[in-house]
């Protein structure tokens, strides 16, 4: 009965001396390597299946360390040259080791392709980005030098008709009108703000994150910003820290209860570092497991995975009650690898 269940077993079984011959294989260790019978695969031996001769060293010296192994990988070689991935499970007996084989080669073909999406969703989930930074961009120009010059260019003209008129009442409503035109001007500035800001590609990444967190701080009491500018950067990494940096500084104001906000850009150590620092009531980095937060916010994963895209990444370095510092890193003169 036991040799018959050995025999249709699923997994390979096998019995090998410590110098690699075979002693016993079942019919499914044979299939597993290609062998027309197990009395073909004994006759080979072991020690050619292997891919990597330091795998069997290291399979041996555990054997003869604790006697067993459990859950061993390893990456293996066919009678007929294909590779396969393997899971050992073995125990050594006085000079026998004893043991069973399971074939992972298609669950590591699914992992490997799995990976493979992974890395191109991120590299598309980067150029959508910056795709989308460009749009806006261009709707915030379109704005500005058509609706926005409309705006402008109709209130002056009816500034011009009121300022000859003697009708109080018609003076009146041109003065409703105007206010509201006024109202439309500025809502259309900050919708380009919005939208893309134009101090970032005049002025550059410092005076932009000065400007959007200044508009930002309006609404918000008692809380202290200072940002440190000692670097500049190319348009892309711009567009990328520039958002990552929003959403920072937009988490900080929402959740950290500072009093104080510092931004700072800088070169060290020939990287570009955009550090968002707080005395808020901070967290335990713990607590966003799988890049979201207990809250089920996205925000730090989605700058980690764009820094990820830029060759960066983001350190987050924060207790309860001891405030919060985010540090984004980028090498300094590093392209986008997905931006191509």
């Avoid at 520039?242 to 959740?255: A, D």
């Avoid at 983001?314 to 090498?331: F, K, Y």
Wanted: proline fraction near 2%; include cysteine; hydrophobic fraction near 40%.
């Amino acid at each position: 009965k036991y040799r018959s269940l050995v025999d249709n077993a699923y997994v390979g079984v096998f019995t090998t001396s410590l110098d690699g011959k075979f002693l016993f294989v079942n019919d499914a260790a044979a299939r597993l390597y290609d062998f027309d019978s197990p009395e073909d695969m004994i006759a080979e031996g072991s020690l050619g299946l292997w891919n990597n001769p330091k795998d069997r060293e290291r399979f041996i010296a555990e054997l003869n360390t604790r006697g067993s192994v459990i859950n061993f990988e390893a990456e293996t070689i066919s009678h007929t040259g294909r590779h396969v991935h393997v899971l050992f499970s073995a125990k050594l007996n006085d000079d026998v080791i004893e043991g069973m084989a399971m074939d992972l080669t298609e669950r590591k073909q699914a992992e490997h392709k799995l990976l493979d999406y992974q890395s191109r969703l991120k590299s598309l989930a980067s150029q959508l980005t910056l795709a989308e930074e460009q749009e806006r961009r261009r709707i915030a120009a379109n704005l500005h030098d058509d609706v926005g010059q409309n705006l402008a260019i109709t209130r002056l003209q009816l500034a011009s008709v009121m300022h000859g008129l003697d009708d109080a009442d018609r003076k009146e409503q041109l003065d409703e009108i105007s206010s509201m035109l006024q109202k439309a001007t500025r809502d259309t500035r900050q919708l380009i703000f919005e939208l893309s800001s134009p101090t970032m590609h005049e002025l550059g990444l410092a005076a932009a994150i000065n400007e959007w967190t200044g508009e930002q701080l309006k609404r918000t009491q008692g809380l202290e910003f200072t940002l440190a500018d000692k670097n500049e950067l190319d348009e892309d990494q711009r567009a990328i820290l520039f958002r990552n940096t929003r959403e920072l500084v937009t988490n900080t104001i929402k959740h950290a209860r500072a009093k104080k906000l510092t931004v700072t850009l800088e070169k060290v150590d020939q990287e570009i570092r955009v550090t968002v620092q707080d005395d808020g009531i901070g967290f335990d980095p713990q607590w966003i497991v799988g890049g979201v937060n207990l809250e089920g916010g996205f925000g730090v994963f989605s700058v980690e995975e764009r820094m990820k895209d830029l060759g960066g990444k983001l350190v987050i370095n924060s207790q309860p009650n001891q405030g919060c510092t985010m540090t984004m890193s980028l090498p300094e003169n590093q392209e986008a690898r997905s931006l191509a």
